[in-house]
């Protein structure tokens, strides 16, 4: 597509093409490297400087942190009481405290995994995107977008947002193609209806901000405050249908957790 488009000069090198496609950090869980960020690599002399060899070694003790102190210690108690959500009545608080968990836990195993890779290719000499910078700080919807996996949020931006006309049509059409975009974002991760309803929900929730102006700068302090709670509150709902083993299940957990019972 990046030929097509005239960004990136057909290749010649073939055994160039066949590293792009099988450089091993990256290939497991990401970040997505695009060729135009790959290829121009390629032909650096590689001379070991301990500037990058320290970053390199600095990403790959705070990615395994992540990983294996962090996210496999929540997710060993995350599994353990998962799902208890999915029983009528279940204790409100717990389970609101459980989906905070997984909120941690699936954050720290990728944003480790990024970092692993991210690490490991600088030790090899080639330099990988960020992929994750602060997402639960995010006060928008679309700012959420630029910080959680943002390999991928850039690559559905321009690879189908923009091809299906991004917002250069009228509201409604842009509205749809945000809410298309998610859809097939959320079957990325799966072909599953949970991750159908959890690209759902963020679709919509980009559509009514962008319908609202919400994700604009320059907003009123109480009115960021507000809206982060809700931004975060959409994103940990979402999570829970991430992580459950159907739509049913999610929706008894997501009742469970509004009905604010703390004795079950």
């Known amino acids: 597509i990046d030929v097509y488009r005239g960004r990136l000069a057909p290749l010649a090198d073939f055994r160039a093409f066949l590293l792009y496609i099988s450089f091993f950090p990256q290939l497991v869980a990401g970040p997505i490297v695009r060729a135009v960020e790959f290829l121009p690599q390629l032909p650096r002399v590689r001379r ?58 699936i954050f720290c195993d990728f944003a480790g995994y990024s970092n692993i890779a991210r690490g490991l290719s600088l030790l090899l000499g080639f330099r990988l995107p960020v992929n994750f910078n602060a997402p639960y700080i995010a006060g928008s919807f679309k700012n959420f977008w630029e910080r959680w996996h943002i390999t991928l949020s850039s690559w559905l931006r321009d690879y189908l947002y923009v091809s299906l006309g991004g917002n250069r049509g009228s509201r409604l059409r842009t509205y749809v193609n945000l809410l298309t975009v998610m859809v097939l974002g959320g079957l990325w991760h799966g072909a599953a209806w949970t991750y159908v309803v959890w690209g759902t929900l963020h679709g919509a929730a980009l559509a009514v901000e962008r319908a609202l102006g919400l994700q604009r700068d320059g907003r009123p302090a109480a009115l960021r405050v507000v809206w982060w709670m809700v931004v975060q509150g959409v994103v940990l709902v979402a999570w829970i249908f991430f992580r459950s083993d159907s739509v049913a299940g999610a929706w008894q957990f997501v009742l469970n957790i509004a009905r604010l019972e703390i004795a079950a």
């Open 48 to 105: 070991p400087r301990w500037q990058v060899i320290n970053e390199g070694i600095y990403l790959l003790a705070g990615g395994y942190f992540l990983k294996m102190v962090c996210a496999d210690n929540i997710a060993a108690f995350v599994n353990a009481h998962w799902d208890s959500g999915y029983e009528p009545g279940a204790n409100s608080v717990a389970l609101l405290w459980l989906a905070v968990m997984f909120g941690a836990q």
